[in-house]
């Protein structure tokens, strides 16, 4: 009888346990980054007035590639999360370190700054990857695009 009353709390257990810890050192998918940048220029052009939308698709495209080029600078970029539930920005072309922190609530990745302008990023951990988007303030319109954007990390290998 305790092996079967072991085995059942086991199972009841399992799922908590074996839940994925984002514990490590990541970086930015480039795919992602580029799908990233070309989410946020089509809602960009969206906004525009019907007007002013092909002068505006035509500097966008003019920008674009400098945008990505600027943007794949982040690649090079680390997010490393610690197991005391510290994130760690790194920017090797900076000695600048934004940090932070990092909880599982659930399956749901919670990362939050010291910064009250800056929404939280939240997400699922998977072992390969780690989606992150932006929580952000439905009344607030300044955050409206950020709402649209995922971010994708992979492990550093």
Do not use: C, Y
């Not at 990092?102 to 700054?113: I, K, N």
């Not at 990857?129 to 290998?157: A, S």
Request: aromatic fraction near 6%; glycine fraction near 6%.
């Amino acid at each position: 009888m305790p092996a079967l009353v072991f085995a059942f709390v086991m199972l009841l257990a399992w799922p908590i346990a074996s839940a994925t810890s984002p514990v490590g050192v990541w970086h930015l998918e480039q795919a992602s980054l580029e799908r990233t940048l070309d989410q946020l220029l089509e809602a960009l052009l969206a906004q525009a007035p019907e007007g002013q939308k092909a002068d505006m698709r035509a500097m966008l495209d003019d920008q674009r590639e400098d945008l990505k080029a600027e943007m794949s600078r982040s690649i090079a970029a680390t997010v490393e999360f610690g197991a005391d539930g510290t994130v760690v920005f790194n920017e090797p072309d900076s000695a600048d370190q934004h940090r932070g922190e990092w909880r599982l609530e659930g399956e749901r990745l919670v990362v939050t700054d010291d910064d009250p302008e800056s929404p939280d990023l939240l997400g699922k951990v998977q072992p390969d990857r780690i989606e992150l988007t932006f929580g952000i303030d439905e009344t607030n319109p300044d955050q409206g695009l950020l709402g649209e954007l995922v971010w994708v990390l992979v492990p550093v290998r």
